[in-house]
């Protein structure tokens, strides 16, 4: 007697729905809110000041990318019920012309011919709209557009990232405020990336230096805006 033995794989792309939104909220969060204070402190701004404009940064930060993650990925899934939906009459006005296009899917990816139009028969017996969807579309469950997840997880984990440098502004001096925050946030953006690439089965090197550097650059660009602006006001 024969038994079948089901291996549980784990693969990173089904991660993707989350995990994309996860590190542009993260990084995001670090970045900007790093700069903010960054470009505040350097105008010779108070603590205070510098404090009330990193955690209204991270409000609006946080919402904003809420709003703006649900906005794109409902887009894309608008697109990818429209595409199902069109798959759908294509099905009943012409089943013949589709089972063709789905056998030549088949036939270019390595199948014999007979075979592919067997398998392409089957496949639509099966689930026609999701066999089209899935090998003419590119739309899978594991990379459906959910707009509420990839909303929260933006939103929740911007807000972790931007935390980061506000409480060095509660903690630390503030003469040493500007390059305390900047450095715990390059940490903070290193972790990242090394985090971000191992969810995703990435390099850990490639990452970590990407996200480090396009934050250093918006530190460094901030700072030296708020110090102009800083010494023309003064």
Known sequence: MSRLHHLAESHATSRIGWLRAAVMGANDGIVSTASLIVGVAASNASRAAVLVAGIAGLF???MSMA??????????????????????????????????ELAQIY?????????????ARQMMAHDAIGAHARDELGISEATMARPLQAALASALTFT???????????????????????????????????LGARAGGAPLGPS?????FWGLLAMAVTAGIGRAFGAMIG
């Open 160 to 194: 972790a990232g931007a935390a980061a440098p506000l409480v060095m502004v509660a903690l630390v001096p503030s003469a040493l405020l500007m390059p305390a925050v900047a450095v715990s946030s390059l940490l903070c953006l290193g972790a990242l990336g090394a």
């Open 107 to 119: 036939e270019t990816r390595g199948v014999a011919r007979d075979t592919a139009v067997e398998v």
């Open 67 to 100: 709003a703006g993650e649900y906005v794109s990925v409902s887009s894309q899934a608008d697109t990818e019920k429209a595409d199902r939906a069109r798959e759908a009459v294509e099905q009943v006005e012409q089943p013949e012309a589709e089972l063709e």
């Open 60 to 62: 609006a930060g946080a």
């Open 208 to 212: 970590v230096v990407r996200v480090s």
